[in-house]
Nanobody, 116 residues
Framework: QVQLMESGGALVQPGESLTLSCAADAGISSFYAMAWYRQAPEKERELVARTIITGGSANYADSVKDRFIISRDDAKNTLYLQMDSLKPEDTAVYYC?????????WGQGTQVTVSS
């Protein structure tokens, strides 16, 4: 069983930046992939950004391309999501996800609210 713990969620104004962190209690370099999802009120959970551990390739939802960057620090077993130029529509609970070769794990989520 892998534990994922997100942090960094906050209330920010439109146009500001925020970085989310996801700390794992296992070596993330052994995973197949990690990702960030989000779920806004009354909406389905959606993929925000995903990275394949081997090779480091990443893909993003169209709505966040050129604004968000997914990255990781293997030494700290931590996944990050750098979010720039935040918009009110980015408001959601953000979840960390790990695919450990068929075993899937989720964090508890962290709230991001973008509002003036």
């Amino acid at each position: 069983q892998v534990q994922l713990m997100e942090s960094g969620g906050a209330l920010v104004q439109p146009g500001e930046s925020l970085t989310l962190s996801c700390a794992a209690d296992a070596g993330i370099s052994s995973f197949y992939a990690m990702a960030w999802y989000r779920q806004a009120p009354e909406k389905e959970r959606e993929l925000v950004a995903r990275t394949i551990i081997t090779g480091g390739s990443a893909n993003y939802a169209d709505s966040v391309k050129d604004r968000f960057i997914i990255s990781r620090d293997d030494a700290k077993n931590t996944l990050y999501l750098q979010m720039d130029s935040l918009k009110p529509e980015d408001t959601a609970v953000y979840y960390c996800y790990a695919d450990s070769w068929g075993y899937n794990y989720w964090g508890q989520g962290t709230q991001v609210t973008v509002s003036s």
